[in-house]
């Protein structure tokens, strides 16, 4: 057996946040490289604690007892709902309703999002591959009024997800909004808010903005693609991780595509990559380890 190295250890106990489900818009379309059973096992391979499985456009949280039947090993396997304008958008029912079937994690508007919509994000991947998708029929939405104000809805919606104790992602809406988010998070005490991929294109919050959420008490999410080539160099993300503490960073490996390999082999390159541009190993592992686990409510 090879000697274990400072990489092996940095994906022991990662518990990552953002890992998007097989099968997620069908059968031929934006299909993994493998699926959950093929990839849980490499999961657990490399001492993987616990995943949370997204999807664009419906509640994983109802596959999930399926998935666990087909693995059974320990890597624990967490539901989710995004909302998105096709399942209820910000809509509180939908909110309970994806408790009651035991999700882990909301994710607030991804390509429902209009800031989204307004940056060319995955809302044009989807119009480009549907026939009948119609961003302006179906709704693009935000958690602000015309007074850029938090909306009483999207007040009732944080309020919910902390009372059923689970985590709260601004998914693709603009830096604007996860502050507001943030701070209503803030003011009534609840503190497992992610702000999503901040430095992606689909959300571009300049520095200054993240700072702010963190010190709102908010994690800040740093995503494999994020530092994937000709986008942002690792050393970035190490200075920010520097500014705002390692204490409210979060990294997840955003496991999307067919060419991604694996949530672990993602994860091994990005926390890598950051190690090797600076990071220590212990701050490492707590935004890979401690936060997302804190986020989660785990013990």
């Known amino acids: 057996m090879a000697a274990e190295t400072v990489y092996d250890r940095l994906v022991r106990d990662a518990v990552d946040l953002h890992c998007h489900i097989d099968v997620e818009f069908s059968q031929t379309l934006f299909r993994k490289a493998a699926s959950e059973w093929e990839w849980l096992p490499v999961a657990e391979d490399a001492g993987m604690r616990a995943v949370v499985l997204k999807s664009h456009l419906w509640p994983t949280a109802t596959a999930i007892p399926y998935i666990r039947e087909l693995y059974q090993g320990p890597v624990e396997v967490y539901g989710s709902i995004t909302l998105n304008s096709h399942v209820g958008g910000l809509d509180p029912f939908a909110v309970e309703a994806a408790a009651h079937l035991g999700a882990k994690a909301v994710f607030m508007p991804t390509w429902s999002s209009r800031n989204d919509a307004e940056r060319g994000g995955f809302g044009k991947r989807l119009g480009d591959a549907f026939e009948h998708f119609d961003h302006q029929r179906l709704g693009v939405l935000s958690v602000l009024d015309e007074d850029e ?42 503190d497992r808010v992610l702000c999503g991929h901040p430095l992606s294109g689909s959300v571009g919050a300049p520095h200054d903005a993240v700072r702010e959420a963190a010190k709102l008490g908010a994690y800040i999410e740093f995503c494999w693609p994020t530092i994937s080539p000709g986008r942002h160099d690792p050393a970035e993300v190490v200075g920010l991780v520097g500014e705002i503490g390692a204490e409210r960073a979060v990294f997840t490996s955003d496991f999307f595509g067919g060419s991604n390999p694996s949530p672990s082999a993602l994860l091994r390159m990005l926390l ?28």
């Open 272 to 299: 890598g990559a950051v190690y090797d541009a600076g990071l220590s190993e212990d701050a490492v592992r707590r935004a890979a380890s401690d936060n997302p686990a804190a986020l989660l409510g785990l013990t």
């Open 149 to 190: 104000r938090l909306t009483d809805v999207a007040s009732e919606i944080i309020r919910l997800v902390a009372e059923k104790d689970m985590m709260l992602s601004t998914g693709h809406l603009s830096w604007r909004e996860s502050l507001a988010i943030a701070e209503e998070a803030h003011r009534i005490g609840f």
